[in-house]
């Protein structure tokens, strides 16, 4: 099974290979274990950027501050010390100076799934829902079949497309709060195409502002969610407009 990636708090163990669910570290040992393993591999500044993940759990936002500042004058293209940085930032509410750290993230590493996510969440929060939605998009293209994306709350603008491989994407705080607008638009708000997508799951969203629908077959086809050579399962979703 494929890991979760989320839209908003989430950190890379880039360091082993692997995505690893991290709102937070939970629990001392658990975020030790990860410390003394970038020590294992000789890996200062991945040291320095756990460590202050640990000490940003532990309240310490002076000293998690330190460390990662450390991690990146040891390392300044480190494009996961730079996300960490960003995700600070923003649950700061310092947006600008989130999306500069996520750039630099991306400018060192523009495969990082976590970073593009957490970005369009930052792009919501400054009222851009056009910019979210693109941020998003990315992030969909970059996670490998089988992902589990967790859509935070806000207003994101489509049009969002899966043609290519099974994904779910799910939102952490339902439908009434995470809504996807197809104002505008002279195709589908959703589309999900090819048998490639088979068992798909969208999971939570309010779709608004339905627009014409997709050209297909000398026809309008599928206002909100378009389907074609596939199937999904839509779970908990509402339709307005």
């Keep these: 099974m494929q890991p979760a990636h989320f839209l908003g708090n989430i950190d890379a163990d880039g360091e082993s290979g692997g995505f690893a669910e991290r709102p937070v570290l939970r629990g001392l040992c658990g975020g030790c274990a990860g410390i003394l393993a970038h020590i294992a591999h000789g890996s200062l500044p991945?040291?320095?950027k756990s460590l202050a993940l640990l000490l940003d759990e532990r309240g310490d936002?002076?000293?998690?501050?330190?460390?990662?500042?450390?991690?990146?004058?040891?390392?300044?293209?480190?494009?996961?010390?730079?996300?960490?940085?960003?995700?600070?930032?923003?649950?700061?509410?310092?947006?600008?100076?989130?999306?500069?750290?996520?750039?630099?993230?991306?400018?060192?590493?523009?495969?990082?799934?976590?970073?593009?996510?957490?970005?369009?969440v930052t792009f919501e929060k400054l009222g851009r829902p056009t910019e979210a939605a693109s941020c998003f998009a990315q992030a969909i293209a970059l996670?490998?079949?089988?992902?589990?994306?967790?859509?935070?709350?806000?207003?994101?603008?489509?049009?969002?497309?899966?043609?290519?491989?099974?994904?779910?994407?799910?939102?952490?705080?339902?439908?009434?709060?995470?809504?996807?607008?197809?104002?505008?638009?002279?195709?589908?708000?959703?589309?999900i195409r090819n048998a490639a997508t088979?068992?798909?799951?969208?999971?939570?969203?309010?779709?608004?502002?339905?627009?014409?629908?997709?050209a297909e077959f000398g026809t309008r086809l599928g206002g909100a969610i378009l389907m074609i050579n596939t199937s999904a399962d839509i779970l908990r979703c509402e339709f307005v407009g």
Excluded at 83 to 91: I, K
Excluded at 204 to 213: A, H, M
Aim: hydrophobic fraction near 45%.
């Design 143 to 191: 996670a490998p079949a089988g992902t589990t994306i967790w859509v935070g709350p806000g207003s994101y603008a489509g049009p969002l497309s899966l043609t290519t491989k099974r994904l779910t994407l799910r939102s952490v705080d339902g439908a009434a709060a995470t809504v996807i607008s197809g104002a505008g638009l002279d195709t589908s708000t959703l589309t």
């Design 46 to 48: 991945a040291f320095k």
């Design 61 to 120: 936002e002076a000293g998690s501050t330190a460390e990662l500042d450390a991690a990146l004058a040891l390392a300044p293209d480190h494009a996961r010390a730079h996300s960490v940085r960003g995700n600070q930032l923003r649950v700061a509410g310092q947006f600008v100076e989130a999306l500069a750290a996520y750039e630099r993230a991306l400018a060192s590493d523009p495969t990082l799934v976590e970073v593009h996510n957490n970005r369009g």
């Design 198 to 214: 088979a068992g798909t799951v969208i999971d939570g969203f309010r779709f608004v502002d339905g627009p014409v629908g997709t």
